[in-house]
């Protein structure tokens, strides 16, 4: 089961809300990782998370802070965005942080920002 | 230079050709290399890895030229269910870090 699981699949926020964006995987993975996909580019990173420890934050916005509860659970909290930030949000896992493993990703979240 | 970068196509096939198109890579310590499928509106999926070796899978065919720094993929006996954007990725150059391709669109018609 190389499954990942996204919720919500939709948000719609105003500018001055705060939500949080959830990823859980159970294939025992040690790496999670937040991107950003724009329509027509490909997925930017934003995170990555080893062993449950920031490892990775691409110069991201502070709006815009992760959270590794557990190796299993991998949350995004959203506060203050802006319209341009309206995007598709993915969450992916790996089985190592090590170089040579190849990622998983979820459904997405797709992330409306009014 | 984008660090890994595609011709974004599209591809226009017709159903049952071979397609083949390349990914070049700027990082030379970029470790491990994949084939993502995407369609549209959907998450990334992955295709296949890349080894030095090359490899099949069913239909498809992948290449690695670490000396010229790019990878292949081909696309044997097209079907319409392969019309996809297939997106390149470049990883370990630092961290666990994939670094995607633009993508490249490939459109198999009937």
């Known amino acids: 089961d190389t499954e990942v699981t996204q919720t919500p699949k939709h948000l719609v926020m105003g500018m001055t809300n705060k939500k949080s964006l959830k990823c859980e995987q159970h294939?025992?993975?040690?790496?999670m990782y937040w991107y950003k996909q724009k329509a027509k580019k490909p997925p930017e990173l934003m995170f990555v998370y080893s062993y449950e420890k920031l490892s990775i934050n691409e110069s991201v916005p502070s709006r815009f802070s992760p959270e590794c509860p557990n190796s299993s659970l991998l949350n995004l909290h959203l506060h203050a965005l802006q319209p341009e930030d309206s995007a598709l949000y993915l969450c992916?896992?790996?089985?190592?942080?090590?170089?040579?493993?190849?990622?998983?990703f979820g459904q997405g979240t797709r992330l409306t920002v009014v | 230079r984008k660090e890994v970068e595609q011709d974004p196509g599209p591809f226009n096939v017709p159903e049952g050709a071979t397609v083949a198109f390349n990914c070049t890579y700027s990082?030379?310590?970029?470790?491990?290399f994949f084939w993502y499928r995407q369609d549209c509106r959907k998450e990334p999926k992955l295709l296949m890895s890349v080894y030095s070796s090359g490899n099949e899978d069913g239909r498809f065919t992948a290449q690695l030229n670490r000396a010229s720094q790019y990878i292949s993929l081909l696309i044997r006996d097209s079907k319409l269910s392969d019309s996809a954007t297939y997106l390149c990725v470049a990883n370990g150059a630092a961290g666990n870090k994939l670094t995607f391709g633009g993508g490249t669109r490939v459109l198999v018609k009937p």
């Open positions: 990082n030379s310590a970029s470790q491990s």
């Open positions: 992916a896992s790996s089985p190592t942080d090590r170089g040579n493993t190849e990622a998983f």
């Open positions: 294939m025992g993975h040690r790496a």
